[in-house]
């Protein structure tokens, strides 16, 4: 779950990692109330949970009253790539002196976490990343160590810096490493840290993504979570399923995330065919997370086919069969159904999918079911 | 022969009164695996399917000689359960729990990597030597003996690609489910050590997808060590760009991840890439030959 710049600011503030003076609003009448407080020049910033925002016109430097109302108008109802922001967050403007960049994120081979800094923070992360990636100093770090101060003024040392920046920067680090762990982060990442010209360290932008399967552990977040959802993404989000709408007219229903890849994999490779969307059930599968997915995907315009894979290793697949029929019955669906499904009590799972007519492809391979489903949109007979 | 699990192996299911522990004992038994005990806290004195149940995995331990754990444990216990069958010495661990906090994988990945244990998963189907012993949740009618080990970082598709192979005739020597999660137990390469060290395992079938650079890793290994064919399939080719935020994931993998990375990695280390699974079989058999 990714959290708003706002929102992660919070918790840098009560953790003691200083952040500017800001306002989160969501109209510019309250723009203005906010610019009273803070002074100008300000920064709107827009509030999105996508990357690239600065680049995309998400960020804009106000100095004026009179330019305040339009352009906080205009951030709030800027799409990037394809979101509108949850309202723009006013923030002081900092007399930037220089940029760090501090990331902490999984090395997902080691399995540690690996704490990055630079002292050439700022958009241009990446290029430095590849252009020069000595001028980031990486450390891994074992999750079942207890980290001290000295380490980090250690770490930190190395970009040359002494005295009180020292300290200051070395405990911004020391302080988004125990919030990467306290709130279980699979990233928490602060570009830029600022050093102000009266030497101040405060930290411009932050960046939290909690991992969705710790939620238990942090209930306000969960509970926000679901109130962003609404009832049919509740219980798709309960039952560990994951589904991203695409832009093509196959639906498709697959069992796992690496059978769902290869599954569009072969789909694409036709020309008429393309994937509407992808969905994995996880081992999670009942007769009523099937039947909600087959009403989402049944929703999407277009839609000219669709096509279940399923094993049935842990997922009880006959309660999946039971779902489709009933979708078809209600909806009286008329549209191509293909359905592969192997594994455990398989027979019954056919007989059931038959039954509501669907095209069941008993052979092992995926590229039979893809074929077969393509001849019928081909009005061929299978 | 096979990797990992044989005909001997005695094995411990933590958390076998669970519903799918038991409904995953009972596929067990019917493929062939020997399990000796069970445990689940407080149930201690019943049986599942006639298998005694202990309240703690010492106490299995006490009782029965025990070579490898399966795990049907909630996610958040999963942690504890692994490190208190690491801390019995047991030599192999399989975590097939899903949706385990990635902050407690890494935890319990650190104790493992000090340990003689090996952990499996979490995430992961199991385990199966066709035949002789299955650990795990694999359907078991898409498996047959033979000698193509199958290293799968998907559950699904280690279930497709065998079920393809068998099909065409090509038995499994041993079948390993590396588990889907952002951080496994266990990485491709020290699987690869063992299928390399195998002398009944005459090649080996590996089911990569996108994300991560263990495909990356595992490529340098087999230039430089693997004794015997390889053929690879990356999933993910064709999916959709993850909505990105942040630019640590990326300048940790610095580049690596995609599938074109670890394909072109994979073929320079002389592995047969293919595009498609349905392409694996005829692959194998001109490679056997």
């Not at chain 1, 380490?151 to 190395?158: A, D, L, Y």
């Not at chain 1, 969705?212 to 219980?235: C, G, I, T, V, Y």
């Not at chain 2, 729990?97 to 199991?126: A, F, Q, R």
Request: aromatic share 6%; proline share 3%.
């Amino acid at each position: 779950m990714r959290l708003y710049e706002y929102e992660a600011k919070k918790i840098f503030y009560s953790n003691e990692i200083k952040i500017p003076k800001s306002k989160m609003v969501y109209s510019s009448k309250d723009a203005k109330k906010a610019v009273q407080e803070i002074g100008f020049p300000v920064v709107v910033k827009s509030q999105t949970l996508i990357g690239g925002r600065g680049k995309a016109g998400g960020i804009k430097i106000v100095d004026e009253i009179k330019d305040l109302e339009k352009t906080v108008e205009e951030i709030l109802q800027l799409e990037i790539k394809g979101y509108k922001a949850n309202g723009v967050l006013i923030e002081e403007k900092l007399n930037i002196k220089q940029e760090l960049y501090c990331g902490i994120t999984i090395d997902r081979t080691l399995g540690k976490a690996v704490i990055m800094i630079s002292s050439e923070g700022g958009i241009d992360i990446e290029t430095v990343a590849n252009k020069d990636p000595d001028k980031i100093m990486k450390f891994m770090i074992d999750p079942t160590e207890e980290k001290f101060s000295y380490e980090f003024i250690e770490f930190v040392k190395k970009l040359d810096f002494s005295g009180k920046l020292l300290l200051k920067i070395s405990n911004v680090v020391k302080k988004l490493f125990e919030i990467f762990n306290n709130y279980d982060c699979k990233i928490a990442e602060i570009n830029p840290i600022v050093i102000t010209d009266q030497n101040d360290v405060i930290c411009a932008d932050a960046v939290l993504e909690i991992d969705d399967s710790a939620l238990f552990r942090h209930p306000n977040f969960k509970k926000r979570k679901l109130n962003s959802m609404n009832e049919r993404e509740k219980h798709f989000n309960k039952k560990g399923a994951t589904y991203v709408r695409l832009d093509g007219n196959i639906g498709l229903i697959c069992s796992g995330a690496g059978l769902g890849m290869a599954t569009m994999d072969l789909i694409n490779n036709y020309e008429n065919m393309s994937p509407a969307n992808f969905l994995e059930t996880g081992g999670g599968i009942t007769e009523d997370l099937v039947f909600d997915c087959m009403e989402l995907i049944i929703e999407i315009p277009d839609i000219k086919g669709i096509l279940l894979n399923l094993y049935g290793g842990i997922n009880p697949i006959h309660e999946g069969a039971k779902g489709v029929a009933r979708a078809i019955k209600k909806h009286n669906l008329k549209i191509p159904i293909v359905a592969k499904a192997l594994g455990n009590r398989q027979e019954e799972t056919w007989k059931i999918l038959e039954k509501s007519g669907v095209v069941v492809v008993k052979n092992f391979e995926t590229r039979k079911a893809v074929e077969t489903l393509a001849k019928i949109l081909e009005g061929e007979s299978v | 022969m096979s990797i990992l699990v044989n005909k001997n192996t005695k094995v411990l299911v933590q958390g076998i009164t669970g519903k799918i522990g038991r409904a995953q004992t009972k596929y067990m038994l019917d493929a062939g695996t020997n399990i000796v005990a069970g445990v689940t806290p407080g149930k201690e004195g019943t049986k599942v399917y006639g298998i005694p149940v202990y309240d703690t995995v010492k106490e299995a331990k006490e009782n029965h000689d025990i070579d490898a754990s399966v795990l049907f444990v909630p996610a958040s216990i999963a942690r504890e359960c692994v490190i208190e069958a690491a801390k019995n010495k047991i030599k192999l661990i399989t975590l097939i729990t899903e949706h385990t906090p990635v902050h407690d994988v890494m935890e319990m990945k650190s104790y493992i990597d000090k340990s003689d244990s090996l952990l499996i998963g979490p995430t992961t189907p199991g385990i199966i030597s066709p035949g002789e012993c299955k650990i795990g949740i694999l359907p078991t009618n898409m498996f047959t003996p033979g000698s193509v080990g199958v290293i799968s970082r998907s559950g699904t598709l280690s279930y497709e690609v065998s079920a393809i192979l068998s099909d065409n005739n090509i038995g499994q020597s041993t079948v390993v489910g590396m588990g889907a999660d952002l951080v496994a137990g266990t990485n491709l390469i020290d699987i690869l050590k063992l299928f390399n060290s195998d002398k009944n395992t005459k090649l080996v079938v590996l089911i990569g997808e996108v994300g991560g650079s263990q495909e990356e890793d595992a490529a340098e290994y087999i230039k430089n060590e693997m004794n015997k064919p390889v053929v690879a399939y990356i999933a993910g080719g064709s999916a959709p760009d993850g909505k990105r935020m942040g630019h640590a994931g990326a300048i940790v993998e610095g580049g690596k991840g995609s599938a074109e990375s670890k394909i072109s990695h994979l073929t320079s280390s002389g592995v047969k890439v293919v595009s498609f699974l349905f392409e694996i079989p005829e692959v194998v058999k001109k490679l056997l030959q």
